[in-house]
């Protein structure tokens, strides 16, 4: 009897070499790791043994707007793995690893930004910060700092499905289910034990991050999204809508010009939230409430200055704001139309900077000229017209509002399955328990803040069509929550609203709502902006702004709902 009880105990422990007895250095190293790959996790895929490294960091820093700055240690391993039968095929993922005394059965999954799969050591980090093990990939493209836009055509001009497909969500899935096998292996969890998984990016890591959500409503329990570059047929296309209004117009405003013109619109439209601190909260209002008397005609006047990396000289500008360069942040902000008039995009909100309008110094001519997006630009150059490696489109010569709409109709046609990531219904990752905190600034100038509610209002509708829209709203409360951080920019905080604050802890915050059961009402900020709303609640300070509200307003609800009648496909 007590010999066959003994027996297994025995090989247990023999077999068994991770636990939280061990350090993390004897952990680190590529024998263990070697032992704990998750080979056989995924069907034709082949772990490449040899390739694993495993490299104790210690002491190392990290800093960030989306986690609090801590100090650790880490074990950084690293291995490949290729799909059979793709020739030329291999993909490296990293993995960090906490100390096991420290390891809280989490893995966390970290994505990319722009054309980026992975964001290096800059978003890996969070995972540590909360004891578990974080991942990245870098999707096959070559290297860990290899773009997808270095790997998305072949050779002879034709699209790389495959990396298209590993860009589009193919990867990330691999990522983590990879990571938390590695992960059970690595600390020995028993099977029958959870570990929780996680997902933190923003931007294109925000994309990435519903990719998951929308596709595989088991893989993640907690999901934090920034501003994701989602809805990407319109989101990339619509880069380049600033570029044909200015070209339409004929109108290239100097930067101190449209500078000028956002500051007076933070002046102006501050206080309409209820406090004046410099923070624009109530885009809505500002939209509907700007004075505009205050800003033509106003003086401007910027000092020149020398050449830096990736921006040449620029002379002192001084001037006043023009009727033109009013007409043509008042069409930019109105969003994209085609030539029956039909809706196609909307725009950024008031206040935020105008990135899509910059322009060019021509020092030879001595005028601001057009400098064609390259976020736009590059799209079109490589996915439509197929230059490999072009970093964008040579001239919009021709290019109308109406094409602007079919690039988008084209590539929402061709890619929408890979790419689009909109897809509304979420049923399946509420009933897995999957929770979503989706954060975004609302002074983007990169991906419209529209965006982020249109999606929500796409989940809310297709999910719950039966219910009222606020009940709806409720019901959406019980697994996504939508919040828009006050002044903030894209993925970022405000040098132009220094009180804006992104939220730093939303990881933990997610953590609690997965593994406690609370759910954020508010989303914690800093300072002045304490707590950040969630939608489809808005910011408004009363009582000389001294007390702070969450409140319900149509008419805020409204500005952010468009119509977008130039599709006779809906576009969630
Ligand atoms: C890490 O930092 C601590 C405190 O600064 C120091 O005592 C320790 O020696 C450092 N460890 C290593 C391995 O550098
Ligand atoms: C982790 O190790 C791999 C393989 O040696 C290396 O390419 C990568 O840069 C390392 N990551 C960090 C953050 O040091
Ligand atoms: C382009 O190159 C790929 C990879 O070599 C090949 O499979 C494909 O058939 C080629 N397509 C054309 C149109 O030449
Ligand atoms: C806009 O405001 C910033 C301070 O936020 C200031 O540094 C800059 O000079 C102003 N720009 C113009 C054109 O007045
Ligand atoms: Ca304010």
């Known amino acids: 009897m007590r010999s066959t009880l003994l027996a297994p105990a025995v090989v247990l422990a023999n077999a068994v070499v991770a636990s939280a007895t061990l350090s993390l250095s004897e952990i680190c ?14 069907d034709g895929i082949t772990v490449d043994a040899s390739s694993v490294s495993t490299s104790l960091v210690t002491n190392f820093t990290a800093s960030s707007i989306f986690y609090p700055t801590s100090t650790f240690d880490y074990c950084n391993l690293t291995f490949a793995y290729s799909h059979d039968g793709v020739e030329g095929d291999l993909v ?30 800059s978003s890996i980090p969070t995972a540590i910060i909360v004891d578990g093990v974080g991942g990245l990939t870098d999707g096959g493209f070559g290297s860990f700092n290899t773009q997808f836009s270095s790997a998305a055509l072949l050779a002879n001009g034709t699209i790389n499905w495959q990396a298209t497909y590993m860009w589009g969500y193919q990867a990330h899935n691999e990522l983590a289910t990879l990571g938390k096998q590695l992960t059970r292996n690595i600390y020995n969890v028993a099977s029958n034990k959870k570990i929780y998984s996680y997902y933190q990016g923003c931007s294109e890591g925000g994309r990435e991050g519903w990719s998951q959500v929308q596709r595989f409503p088991e893989q993640f329990d907690g999901v934090v999204v920034g501003a994701p570059a989602f809805r990407w047929a319109q989101q990339q296309t619509n880069h380049l809508t600033g570029n044909v209004i200015q070209k339409k117009l004929d109108y290239y405003p100097s930067p101190c010009e449209l500078e000028k013109i956002m500051n007076l619109t933070i002046a102006s439209c501050d206080p309409l939230d209820g406090k004046t601190d410099g923070v624009v909260a109530r885009s809505d209002l500002c939209l509907a409430h700007l004075d505009w008397s205050t800003i033509e005609g106003a003086s401007y006047s910027c000092a020149a200055a020398a050449a830096s990396y990736g921006s040449s000289a620029t002379p002192k500008q001084t001037g006043k704001v023009s009727a033109k360069a009013v ?8 969003g994209l139309h085609d030539s029956n008039g039909d809706r196609v995009y909307f725009s950024y909100q008031p206040g935020s900077t105008f990135t899509d309008l910059q322009t060019e110094y021509d020092s030879t001519t001595g005028t601001w000229e057009l400098d064609i997006s390259g976020l736009g630009g590059i799209w079109i150059a490589q996915f439509i017209d197929y230059i490999k490696d072009a970093e964008n489109i040579d001239s919009l010569e021709g290019v109308t509002y109406d094409t602007l709409k079919e690039w988008m109709i084209f590539s929402q046609a061709k890619y929408g399955d890979i790419l689009q990531t909109t897809s509304p219904d979420l049923t399946e990752f509420q009933a897995a328990g999957g929770k979503v905190i989706h954060v975004h600034g609302e002074q983007d100038y990169s991906i419209p803040t529209a965006s982020s509610v249109r999606y929500w209002d796409s989940v809310r509708s297709i999910m719950f069509p039966k219910k009222s829209y606020r009940e709806g709203a409720a019901a959406v409360d019980d697994f996504y929550r939508l919040f828009l951080a006050p002044g903030c920019s894209h993925c970022d905080a405000n040098a132009y609203q220094p009180k804006a604050v992104w939220p730093q802890t939303t990881l933990q915050t997610v953590i609690e709502w997965v593994e406690s059961g609370k759910a954020p009402e508010t989303l914690t900020g800093s300072g002045d902006i304490a707590e950040m709303c969630r939608w489809p609640f808005r910011p408004l300070w009363t009582n000389s702004g001294k007390t702070f509200q969450c409140v319900y307003d149509q008419d805020s609800v409204d500005s952010f709902t468009y119509d977008l009648t130039a599709y006779k496909l809906p576009v969630y």
């Open 92 to 121: 490296h993922v990293e993995y960090w690893l906490p100390a096991p005394g420290k390891f809280k059965n989490r893995y966390v999954s970290t994505g990319g930004g722009g054309w980026a799969i992975n964001s290096g050591s």
């Open 327 to 334: 007409e043509l942040v008042k069409t930019y902000w109105n």
């Open 29 to 42: 190293t590529d024998s263990y790791a070697k032992a704990a790959l998750p080979i056989g996790t995924i």
